[in-house]
């Protein structure tokens, strides 16, 4: 992101979800990052403000208005790897940057720059989030030892996910056998905040 106002934006938001923040503040941090993606004098910038804009001023039950969030992340994750790997000219990596965000924002396909492909990357970030929605855990208020809250918190604070093992074995000792929850710890992720037996050892919704 060109600017920490886009950041502040997508922070805004997550305190918006926590309840922490007011729809004043949310609005503000919009505008800024409103102003970043207007500004901005590279396509991939652009991209990545603009996805901090809608993240920030969207928060609203609709498709539509999450799925532009979505392209325009992958459009500046797709634009950064060409940029870096091409071997092109500022200039050149512009021209096709243009071209394939026109082609690419009306079609859905992906560039195919990135390895994996972002719209990969996103599912495995939805999955974290929230799990297998067709197979719902149950979890268990005597799985919330003092052990296990303050290093599901100290994740939820830092965003530093490597403790995710030992949130397993805490839960497990006070008695968890669920699979789905032991496993989905102690796998390599990617875990975020958000990730869905983080936010149940929090007791959060």
Known sequence: ????GSWNAVLAAERYAD???T???LTEAADIANGNMLGADNRIQSRADEAAYQSAAILADELFLLNLTWASAALALEGHALETSSGLSAED???MLSSWAEAWGGSGEPMGWTDPDPAAEMVNLLRDIFGNPFRP?????SWRTSTAVALAAQMYESRDFSVMPILADAIQDAGCDNADVLDHCRNDGPHVR????VDLALGKE
């Open 1 to 4: 992101m060109s600017d920490d």
């Open 19 to 21: 309840g922490a923040a």
């Open 23 to 25: 729809a004043e503040e």
């Open 93 to 95: 990596t512009e021209e």
């Open 137 to 141: 855990v149950p979890f268990s208020p």
């Open 194 to 197: 958000g990730c869905w037996v």
